[in-house]
């Protein structure tokens, strides 16, 4: 007997998910034994033209029909969004169908509530495809790694961004320009300005800041920075000092607490995520035993999302069929947040000075004031003007924003025209 799957969204990644239930029915039957049937799509629009064909009746712009319909017995939500998808979610649990969903935005803000849901009705509730598109870490992260007293998570995890800096400095797209053809393959979410603006990234550095040390932080704790504050002149004198430019996630367990954040950072040109090209994602953990593993592989688009979400289908089929639950309940304690201004980076400043002779040393005894180090300096005249690219050591983050306001109260400095952190990790 087949297994009643319903299916909230048909966009980009429910459009690619039935598709390949529906193409790849037999293929699935033959390898895993089980009949998976879509039963039920939800969507908005009904008259629209989606690349699937469905029986009559299957595709409804009635989703809360699909949740409550008795012969849909395991929900997939990739509609995307807060509401209606978080109650969706919620009645299909406590229905006690199993849930597979690949929106991080939700978990990432209702994770907790969510995870006591699902446990107390006795039914998985999988999100595979809420970070990373396509590749295996949230499985990893807490079924495999469990053992692991884990320190770290770092990589770039959304793919939009990625694929705009990477035109922007490989090809010199225009970012808008880059934007929108992110937008046309279906990396970008159905709202680009959480792409770029750090807020996706922020929700999958929570839920991989959760899973990694077993607290959950939230994504409002979170420190966020996106990238359409990125000047291209930047990312070109990256290039020439020997970096690229990526949106990063961090997510660091320390004395006083975990700390993620995410913000654009220069990364050396031999580091690992340095080679991330385009729409791919690299995510790398690390713990004492395991020293740092890398998962990489695309990380947005229809058809490596479909891929996520169809695993997590399967193995909540599996369970449905064999009565038991395989997959591992999520358990959380409340976590510390610990202080961003103690996160130590070091920076990279363009300032804009006047060229004359002391103000170097101006420059340098504000640092020194403020106790940070300086690592390189590079000038660029033009006319009574210069352009100073400074590198800085590592120091907290408090103290780097100090500096920076002291350069700013000096009469010699006419701008601090971009300022962008250096992830210092090397391989
Ligand atoms: P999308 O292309 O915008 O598709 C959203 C689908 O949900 C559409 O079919 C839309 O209906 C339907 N929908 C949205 N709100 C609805 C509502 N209130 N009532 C009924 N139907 C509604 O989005 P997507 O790119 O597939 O993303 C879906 C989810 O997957 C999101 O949570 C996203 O964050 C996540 N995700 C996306 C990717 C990716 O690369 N795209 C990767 C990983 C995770 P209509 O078609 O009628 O408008
Ligand atoms: N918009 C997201 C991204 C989709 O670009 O990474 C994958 O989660």
Not at 191 to 201: H, M, N, R, W
Request: charge should be negative; charged fraction near 20%.
């Amino acid at each position: 007997m087949g297994i009643g799957i319903g299916i909230l969204g048909g966009g980009t990644v429910g459009g690619a998910l039935v598709r390949r239930l529906v193409d790849n029915r037999d293929v699935i039957a033959a390898k895993t034994g089980l009949q998976l049937e879509v039963l039920r799509v939800g969507v908005r629009t009904l008259d629209k033209e989606r690349g699937f064909d469905l029986l009559p009746g299957v595709l409804t712009d009635n989703v809360a029909d699909v949740v409550a319909d008795d012969s849909v017995e395991m929900l997939v939500e990739v509609m995307g969004g807060m509401d209606p998808a978080g109650d969706l979610v919620l009645a299909a649990l406590r229905a006690g169908k199993p849930v597979v969903t690949a929106n991080k935005e939700l978990i990432a803000a209702r994770g907790p509530e969510l995870f006591q849901t699902a446990e107390e009705a006795g039914v998985s509730l999988l999100f595979e495809a809420a970070v990373g598109g396509g590749i295996p870490i949230i499985r990893p992260l807490w079924e495999t790694l469990a053992g692991e007293t884990l320190t770290k998570v770092m990589g770039i995890v959304n793919g939009t961004t990625n694929f705009i800096l990477t035109a922007m400095s490989e090809s010199g797209m225009a970012y808008k320009v880059a934007l929108a053809e992110a937008q046309r393959l279906g990396y970008a979410e159905t709202d680009p300005s959480s792409d770029v603006t750090g807020v996706d990234a922020a929700a999958k550095a929570a839920i991989l800041a959760g899973l990694a040390f077993g607290s959950w932080v939230g994504a409002d704790a979170v420190y966020r920075e996106g990238i359409t504050g990125l000047d291209p002149v930047d990312l070109q004198f990256a290039a020439e000092l020997g970096y690229v430019v990526k949106l990063l996630a961090v997510a660091e367990r320390t004395e006083e607490g975990v700390n993620a954040r995410v913000y654009p950072a220069m990364v050396l040109t031999h580091h690992p995520l340095a080679s991330v090209r385009g729409a791919r994602n690299a995510i790398s953990i690390e713990g004492p035993a395991v020293q740092r593993l890398l998962f990489s592989g695309p990380g947005a688009g229809g058809e490596p999302t479909a891929s996520a979400v169809l695993g997590d289908i399967i193995t909540a089929a599996r369970e449905l069929r064999a009565g038991t639950l395989v997959a591992p309940r999520i358990r959380l304690a409340d976590g510390g947040v610990a202080d961003f201004g103690d996160v130590s980076t070091m920076w990279y400043l363009r300032l804009m000075v006047v060229d004359q002779p002391g103000v170097l040393a101006q420059i340098a005894a504000v640092f020194g004031h403020h106790g940070v180090s300086i690592r390189s300096v590079r000038q660029e005249c033009s006319g009574d003007e210069a352009t100073l690219l400074i590198v800085t050591h590592s120091a907290p983050e408090r103290a780097q924003q100090a500096a920076r306001d002291g350069l700013r109260g000096l009469g010699v400095v006419s701008n601090v025209a971009a300022a962008i952190r250096v992830e210092s990790t090397e391989s």
